[in-house]
């Protein structure tokens, strides 16, 4: 009885574009739409939305991704709605930008916009001075968290070290990579910093 539409294909799509291990599912959640089966696709969509085979969910992650989200971001302060955005998300975003837009920053923009507590305060700055170096770890091919973001942050810390890697995934600790591993355990360990970025 359900329907599979854009909106939630492409949530699928995005599940798995969250690890470079994931992307063979993919190759045969395609090969499934071109048959006309969409089971994949729901699994995948599914498996993102932490949703069991019953429509019974496995955790109340969402829920907290909506309070966050509305508690510390601007959706509610902002005059237009995502929808009214959708021609500037599909300009930046032209592949999947628009139907992604529909499962998660439209349903968020309702959300905040009758959330019933006040957003937070947000700071002004971020900076954090006089704490100690803060690592700051980026993915060249994030494609949850740009890796822009992570260089933005790094250099508006006071004490902000970049530590990049070049490929694919989301997040990339402990993901068997050791010239990440070991900067960061040694980081953690025995407090050393890296003199420069080791570019992994």
């Not at 992307?23 to 939305?49: E, H, I, K, R």
């Not at 700055?125 to 704490?131: L, N, V």
Request: proline share 6%.
């Amino acid at each position: 009885g359900r329907v599979l539409d854009s909106a939630t294909l492409a949530t699928g799509i995005l599940g798995n574009l969250y690890s470079e291990s994931y992307w063979p599912d993919m190759t045969t959640m395609f090969a499934g739409l071109a048959d006309g089966d969409p089971a994949l696709s729901f699994t995948s969509a599914d498996s993102y939305n932490s949703r069991n085979d019953d429509g019974s969910y496995q955790s109340n992650s969402y829920e907290v991704y909506v309070a966050a989200t509305c508690v510390d971001g601007d959706f509610a302060s902002d005059p237009a709605t995502t929808l009214d955005r959708i021609a500037e998300i599909d300009v930046a975003a032209p592949i999947l930008g628009k139907y992604a837009t529909y499962d998660d920053f439209a349903v968020l923009d309702i959300a905040c916009s009758a959330w019933p507590y006040p957003r937070a305060d947000l700071p002004t700055a971020f900076d954090a001075e006089g704490a100690a170096p803060i690592l700051v770890i980026g993915t060249t091919n994030d494609p949850a968290t740009p890796y822009a973001s992570s260089v933005s942050l790094a250099k508006q810390l006071s004490s902000g070290v970049l530590i990049s890697y070049k490929g694919e995934g989301h997040t990339i600790y402990n993901q068997g990579v050791a010239c990440i591993d070991d900067v960061v355990d040694a980081y953690f360990v025995k407090g050393t910093v890296p003199a420069a970025d080791p570019m992994c």
